[in-house]
DNA sequence: ATGTTC
């Protein structure tokens, strides 16, 4: 694969064979080390009927389902553009959600194993069901589905400052519970409020760094405070939906006349009933993605509340796994997109008119989860944001599970992580050793590139005090 | 990511 360098943190590659656009790859060529693959991926994307721009990669780009996980596409909707449910993930709407606590990290210090019990207990997490709150039967599923954020908030489990700090005010509109099958409700209704595993995680964090005081207090955080970082999707439901909806378009796609480099790239034009089918069911599991983050907020709460008497403000929520229907102007033309977003961030500059009124002014926040032991970053969009103003999402994975765990025993990745001052409730032993931080990218790295390439800007960094996972 | 291979 031939990778041109353009500027510092930017590899193009020149459109060849079926390739409508280029491609466009924002790394170092330390992060690109065994990339191959996942180039291959950004190639066959840009083939996609529709593509306007670029098929882009993150600095964090890794091998995906169809798409590499850290890619980010549009496709014109007006011009027979795609939509593909291998654009999104199987974990729709998996995204990060911080929250500051009204306290330091010393302050905390004596009570914080008091608060990792109780966080321990209350946070259903691990493969299979579990959940904080039980829907009253399949129409209450269905608020959850149609509401989001919104519906909890609106059932007591929050409060107001919650849906302002949510991407989309807690709620994607056009949700279409038709659209989710009876076994993707019946995998939903077991799991409402739970973290999954892999590498979701619920960690309590400190604020080790300042970037940019100002963006900063704005956003609501400073030097040395509590905050809590929560990482999850929308559990079994996502995962179902993007089965059921992958099927019906590798079916329907022959009938559009659409041939693709991948089966796992199935899709069908975003104004097709198909593509319409599946943006519907995708926008039922974003709610349920978001509403499942609030419900471990309102948990979490309980918890700070009980232990150390504090009070946790949201910062942000937002997705890095989505395809949204946003206006861009590409080649001097407004054009309506779908822009998929698959482990990449929506980073929206500052005065962007969707962001909240008191920060608008500085972007939007960007919530990076870093992995297990290392840091965490805030970030803001910026002006000139390229990829359709998208950033990275995290490390990115560059060990198979199975290698990592032949690494070090999960015991041993405990009393490593204890003695670094970090105390970890796991739920498996044998999963915490798949997530050790040898088989990711080093964070620090894919945020200095993401900057680096002018995608956005850091604000602070964060350094766990207490983690608890699958 | 995932009732971790319908």
Known sequence: MELVEERPFRFRIEPHGDMRVPGVVFASRELLEDAEQSLRQVVNVATLPGIVGASYAMPDVHWGYGFPIGGVAATAVDEGGVVSPGGVGFDISCGVRLLAADCAGREIERALPAVMDGLGQVIPRGAGPGGVWKPSGR???????????????????????????????????????????GRAQERGLGQVGSLGSANHFLEVQQVAEVYDETVAAAFGVALGQVCVMVHCGSRGLGHQICTDHVRAMDWAMARYGITVPDRQLACTPVDSPEGRDYLGAMAAAANYGRANRQLLSDATRRIFRREVGARLSL?????????????????????????????????????????????????????????????????????????????????????????????????????????????????????????????????????????????????ARLVPLGVVKG
């Open 315 to 459: 910062v942000y929520d937002v997705s890095h796994n989505l395809a949204k229907i946003e206006t861009h102007v590409v080649d001097g033309t407004r054009r309506r997109l779908c822009v998929h977003r698959k482990g990449a961030t929506r980073a929206f500059p500052p005065g962007h008119p969707e962001l909240p009124n008191d920060i608008r002014e500085f972007g939007q926040p960007v919530l990076i989860p870093g992995t297990m032991g290392t840091a965490s970053y805030l970030l803001t969009g910026v002006t000139g944001g390229d990829a359709f103003f998208s950033t990275c999402h995290g490390a990115g994975r560059v060990m198979s599970r199975h290698a990592a765990a032949r690494t070090i025993t999960g015991k041993d990745l405990r009393t490593r992580l204890e003695r670094d001052g970090i105390a970890v409730r796991p739920k498996s032993l044998r999963s915490l050793a798949e997530e050790t931080p040898e088989a990711y990218k080093d964070v620090d790295a894919v945020v200095a590139a993401s900057e680096g390439a002018g995608l956005c800007r850091t604000v």
């Open 139 to 181: 129409s209450e599923l269905e608020r959850i589905l149609r509401g989001g954020s919104r519906y909890a908030v609106e059932q007591g489990h929050g409060e107001e400052r919650d849906l302002t700090r949510c991407e989309d005010g807690g709620t994607v509109a056009d949700a279409d519970v038709a659209q989710v099958s």
